[in-house]
């Protein structure tokens, strides 16, 4: 699945099929900024924030990634009017990094500075391991004249720990995830429980620092062992529920975001939208292939 989601062939023929429309709804509530943020409002009269992210990635010229900023420049200011509190979150390579990094550095700052007057918060996506070095560059030259930035750091890459600890003197918003990309054992751990291990680990260190108030901790997971362990760790390191938050995907175990949000935990919602959703969608399938029984059905 994961090499699938790269197969621009299969993207162009699937894309058309009913089927997997049909299944992609339940993870995407529109392919356009409306629905977005409707479901961001849906979001919020539940007690649940947002995060809004349009899908795509790898744009081939400056024109795109302008466009693409200026996307999210628009989304800002209309989610601010619709008074949302929705976050950002932002690939380096649909602003442009393959084609031009001082352009794309010059587009993530743009959309910073909207982000703070609009009052909200931009987070920087994690990409294939061999953009982790200029994307940590990236995040370090914001972080230099912004302080609504974060970065997404990957639980599955041997090496997320020094990469962590490099970013301790910036006091980071760090998002930890398990990542999603086909990546080799040698740069990535294989196995299910050396990732869980490795996010555990990694999780307990941001919320010392959070003790301290030297990070904000983002916990991207829906592993409910996982969620239980960081809020058992956080009541002994005593982090209040407000000094971290979990994040979940639209449409995964939407009762247990409200159950979370209910017992007190900042919960927010990511809500991908778009139409360059094939190989996002591949990589979600691959997370947890019981969704492929979701897919099965549709198909039945």
Not at 48 to 70: I, K, N, P, W, Y
Not at 246 to 256: D, F, K, Q, T, V
Request: hydrophobic residues 50%; positive net charge.
């Amino acid at each position: 699945m994961l090499r699938a989601s790269r197969n621009a062939w299969l993207a162009d023929q699937l894309r058309q099929r009913a089927f997997l429309r049909r299944a992609v709804r339940r993870f995407l509530p529109g392919e356009d900024l409306g629905a977005a943020l409707d479901a961001a409002a849906e979001l919020a009269r539940l007690g649940l924030g947002a995060v809004l992210t349009q899908l795509g990635e790898q744009v081939t010229s400056r024109t795109e990634a302008a466009a693409v900023r200026d996307h999210y420049l628009d989304a800002l200011v209309r989610a601010r009017e619709r008074s949302l509190g929705a976050h950002l979150s932002v690939k380096l390579t649909h602003l442009g990094l393959a084609v031009d990094r001082e352009a794309c550095a010059r587009n993530l700052l743009d959309i910073a500075q909207r982000a703070e007057e609009t009052r909200s918060f931009v987070w920087i996506d994690m990409e294939e391991s061999r953009y982790v070095d200029v994307t940590l560059d990236l995040f370090r030259r914001a972080c230099a004249v912004r302080d609504n930035v974060g970065v997404c750091l990957q639980a599955y890459l041997r090496r997320t720990p020094a990469d962590l600890e490099s970013l301790w003197p910036l006091r980071p918003a760090i998002r930890l995830v398990k990542g999603a990309y086909n990546e080799p054992a040698s740069v990535a751990y294989p196995k299910k429980q050396d990732v869980d291990r490795c996010y555990l680990a990694l999780a307990v260190e941001l919320l010392e620092r959070a003790a301290l108030k030297e990070a904000t901790p983002v916990f991207g997971t829906h592993d409910r062992s996982l969620i239980a362990h960081v809020a058992a760790r956080a009541r002994a390191s005593a982090v209040p529920r407000g000094g971290y938050e979990i994040h979940m995907l639209y449409g995964i175990r939407p009762a247990e975001q409200r159950a979370l949000a209910a017992a007190g935990m900042a919960v927010r919602v990511l809500i991908s939208y778009g139409s360059a959703w094939f190989a996002w969608y591949m990589r979600r399938l691959a997370e947890r292939p019981a969704n492929l029984w979701f897919v099965v059905r549709n198909v039945v």
